[in-house]
């Protein structure tokens, strides 16, 4: 019977030494529980600690502190090939003197699975990916895609507990790249395995994860679903990291029961009716946090948290507009939504345009200083 | 005229490979079609050459003899083709001495750290900065009936109380073999770790990751992937095995007679250029037979490149 967790990391920590000899903490205390049949995102910019929590999961690297379980196994120091994990490298690691057939079956054959049973299930797997016809050819003469789906067949035909993959997309071009995406979604849904994947791409994350754990040097600094992630981040880091944010730098003026005032000297205005969640105090410092999809570009104010400002540039990207206007001398970006097809320059905004900003009481919100 | 040339693409094309093929011809095809030449020569009294055409030199070396004992006027003497059969095994087993000495040493280098890597590869190239000639010499003194090897032996022995004779261990086949192998080690030492360092660590992961443990990651990955260095280190071990004659002419004495010290003393004690000639081709035919259906078998080492 399954275990709740698929797998469990209880205050990992990994020491490396750096070159210069001093001890790095690449994993700091991480703790986290990946639930069976879920997809699971550990999110981060190189060096976040990621990688390295993924190859202790797959056995490539031993925990200094801490302890990893596998389907509630502590793993200790088994090594990879007793652990019911598979892995989806980021250079795909395919047997290269070996035809697609013979890299797919490996993996059975070092079950001692017997002839049928391999044959039956790498067809299957290559099914599965689409592959089928290829079986005869060589890693090299495939394409980047097509090497990739290799190397999720050859993972998965050992139907394993858990698939891991460390940033399988990465090579590929962004059109491939969404593709694969979604279809390692399908076929995460369609198998049920739990995938841990681990990517720096936050877009990719979200798209295909159901949790995210969001990570930076060594540490968690949120986990939770896109949603939660993307509309309530924990902190800065994360505000800044996932998205985009325009922060401004405040003091708490006054709190009631569910809504705050912040003084923002840099606007040289007040922000009110924030909705609060957690514990804060009167008179604290804080970073009050909006996204620029979130700042209405207004033709008449409101009487509260509405800021006049100068456009001091433009970006048409196609879907959106990125005005980037001034407000008392501090810049604040906003996304505006090319809802209606035009041509006329005249209806865009122009450098030097008066604007009326509004920010919505529900649309900001108050991240604790770190 | 030098206008005509910038448009001209295959004159420049032979223009540009007219030094390396004068010099292909100077020094490899004239002498070649040369020996070929006096290998159906006939050679006088003193040594000269009777340009004709005759098989008899390649006769004689398949066994053909018109002097014998037993007063014929033909018979089979197998003295040639025993000297060829000699070269050709001890060139096999050397090389498959020194693949068994050369793997575990170019893969402890290949997975040594890679600040230390340098050094290793240092140390094995270092015996190659004396002459050829004098390290079969220095072996001479290890092996020799008063040499090192003896001395310490003896040392053992008297101390443990056990009667002692110094061992006969030059001059034998043995020491050829021994002598071959140290001079040509580092040759199969190279290209070997230059595969295996190629081999990229994500595979041994990948390994590991469905299932395979060290033996089977080794028989099943390692191994085949640095193939083609061992097929390159045999290239260049094999062959000049094939020809040398002073490792067998030092060590061996007149107790190992290879091709190599057959066409020598043709040319230099026998004065017969035209039966050297014809053994110098035969071994080139011999060399390039096994090479053909050993690349053709394993491919062409990539690696050769590199040594």
């Known amino acids: ?370 | 005229m030098l206008q005509r040339l910038r448009e001209n693409k295959s004159a420049q094309g032979t223009l540009l490979a007219l030094p390396t093929i004068l010099w292909m011809f100077v020094l490899l095809i004239i002498p070649l079609l040369l020996t070929l030449v006096i290998s159906f020569g006939r050679r006088t009294a003193d040594g000269g050459v009777i340009f004709t055409f005759t098989l008899e030199n390649y006769t004689r070396l398949l066994g053909y003899d018109t002097s014998c004992d037993t007063g014929a006027s033909a018979c089979f003497n197998p003295l040639y083709m025993q000297i060829l059969g000699r070269s050709l095994s001890l060139a096999f087993n050397t090389t498959v001495w020194v693949i068994a000495l050369a793997y575990p040493l170019a893969y402890f280098i290949a997975r040594a750290n890679p600040k230390r890597r340098n050094t290793f590869l240092f140390l094995v190239l270092i015996p190659l900065w004396t002459n050829f000639v004098i390290r079969v010499y220095a072996w001479m003194m290890l092996l020799r009936k008063e040499g090192a090897i003896n001395i310490i032996l003896g040392s053992i022995a008297h101390l443990l109380h056990i009667p002692f004779q110094p061992l006969e261990m030059l001059y034998t086949p043995g020491a050829v073999l021994v002598g071959m192998i140290y001079e040509f080690l580092p040759f199969m030492i190279l290209p070997i770790y230059t595969s295996l360092e190629k081999i990229d660590l994500s595979l041994y992961e990948a390994a590991a990751d469905l299932g395979a443990n060290g033996i089977k990651t080794f028989l099943r990955v390692t191994l085949p992937l640095s193939m083609p260095g061992v097929v390159a280190g045999t290239i260049l071990v094999f062959i000049p095995v094939m020809g040398t004659f002073i490792v067998s002419d030092i060590l061996g004495g007149r107790q190992v007679i290879l091709v190599g010290n057959l066409i020598q003393r043709q040319f230099l004690d026998a004065r017969d250029p035209t039966f050297g000639s014809a053994a110098s081709l035969i071994l080139m035919i011999m060399t390039l037979i096994v090479t053909y259906f050993y690349t053709r078998k394993f491919g062409f080492g990539e690696e050769i490149v590199v040594a």
């Open chain 1, 1 to 370: 019977m399954a275990h709740e967790f698929a797998v469990e990391l209880r205050d990992v920590v990994k020491q490396f030494v750096t070159p210069e000899g001093n001890l790095l903490n690449a994993v700091d205390h991480v703790t986290m529980q990946i639930k069976n049949g879920e997809f699971f995102s550990m999110l981060g910019s190189s060096g976040c600690g990621k990688t390295t929590s993924l190859r202790m999961i797959a056995g490539f690297e031993w925990p200094t502190g801490g302890e990893v379980y596998i389907e509630g196994e502590a793993m200790g120091h088994t090594p990879p090939f007793l652990r019911k994990v598979n892995t989806v490298f980021q250079s795909y690691a395919l047997f290269q003197h070996m035809t697609v057939y013979q890299n797919v079956a490996f993996g059975l054959e070092m079950e001692g699975a017997d002839k049928n049973e391999i044959e039956k299930r790498v067809k299957r797997a290559l099914e599965m990916v689409q592959l089928t016809g290829m079986e005869r050819r060589r890693p090299k003469q495939l394409s980047g895609g097509q090497q990739q789906r290799v190397a999720v067949a050859r993972a998965l035909v050992k139907v394993p507990d858990v698939l891991l993959l460390d940033e399988p997309l990465g090579a590929l071009d962004l059109k491939l790249r969404k593709e694969m995406q979604l279809e390692l979604k399908a076929l995460q849904q369609q198998l049920g395995i739990t995938f841990v994947y681990v990517t720096h791409d936050q877009e990719e994350a979200m798209t295909m994860s159901d949790r995210i754990a969001v990570m930076s040097k060594g540490k968690v600094q949120q986990m939770g679903t896109p949603v939660e992630i993307y509309e309530r981040p924990a902190n800065r880091f994360v505000a800044d990291f996932i998205g985009e944010s325009n922060f401004l730098e405040g003091r708490l003026k006054s709190l009631s029961a569910k809504e705050a005032c912040v003084v923002v000297p840099q606007l040289n205005a007040e922000l009110t009716g924030i909705p609060v969640s957690h514990g804060l105090a009167v008179g604290e410092e804080v970073t009050v946090s909006i996204r620029p999809e979130k700042v209405h570009i207004a033709e008449k104010g409101m009487s509260q948290n509405t800021f006049k400002g100068k456009v001091t540039n433009t970006v048409y990207i196609g879907t959106d507009t990125h005005v980037f206007t001034d407000v008392h001398g501090k810049s604040i970006k906003v996304f505006e939504q090319n809802r209606i097809s035009r041509l006329d320059p005249g209806s865009f905004y122009t450098v030097g345009q008066q604007v009326i900003l509004v920010m919505m009481p529900e649309n900001v919100l108050i991240l604790k200083k770190d």
